[in-house]
């Protein structure tokens, strides 16, 4: 029992020193998060980041209509984004469920049910998001500078469907819109831009 607890204290640290030794700066992660937005709305953004244990804090009280969420040092690779505020009810409560422990397909379920009881409110107009990700190994942690990112673009459209915007549910060329969990609380048009090689 002993070498058990003495095991599962040492795994703690080990993920404790993991997240204290990837993280950045909250200069540096105002910077990178901003950069997802578009260039004449980043000084203007709000941006949620990590603290040296990993969770999720203000950085950042913007004044207007973006939020962006900072790279989780817990993640592989680099994943910046900036959502529109009419978003946030629904990401915020993502972040609080993924704090409980909930997966990604528990996360969905309880939001799911949440947006169909009316407890959870969704836009009642398209939103853009946009996400702005690379490697790791492409990061200046000093500077917050990304070579070689990729920004994609997410607008959500709850509960559109293939019909009515005549959206395929799926790309048939790279870089084309088209709409992904469409009749869904999750229905969101996809924007990935295609290699420039």
């Known amino acids: 029992m002993k070498n058990a607890v003495y095991s599962l204290m040492i795994l703690a640290f080990s993920f404790s020193g993991i997240a204290q030794e990837k993280f950045i700066s909250e200069e540096t992660q105002i910077k ?3 950069m997802a937005a578009p260039e004449e709305d980043r000084d203007a ?17 913007g004044t207007n209509n973006l939020v962006c969420i900072a790279d989780d040092p817990n993640m592989n690779g680099i994943s910046v984004s ?4 009419k ?3 629904f990401m915020s409560r993502g972040r609080e469920l993924k704090a409980e422990g909930k997966d990604m397909m528990e996360t969905r379920a309880v939001r ?8 959870l409110k969704m836009p009642d107009a398209p939103s853009m998001t946009y996400i702005l990700s690379g490697k790791e190994a492409n990061l200046n942690r000093e500077t917050g500078e990304l070579k070689d990112a990729k920004l ?6 709850p509960y559109a469907t293939t019909e009515e915007t005549g959206l ?6 790279p870089g084309m819109p088209w709409l992904m969990d469409p009749g869904t609380h999750r229905a969101h048009i996809m924007i990935t831009p295609a290699d420039k090689n």
């Open 32 to 34: 990178m998060a901003s």
């Open 45 to 61: 953004v709000t941006v949620y980041g990590y603290d040296k244990e990993g969770k999720v804090v203000l950085l950042k009280e």
């Open 82 to 85: 900036c959502y529109n505020k």
């Open 87 to 89: 978003l946030e009810p």
């Open 112 to 119: 799911k049910q949440e947006v169909e009881s009316g407890k």
């Open 152 to 157: 994609r673009y997410v607008i959500y459209m």
């Open 168 to 173: 395929p549910d799926k790309p048939h060329t």
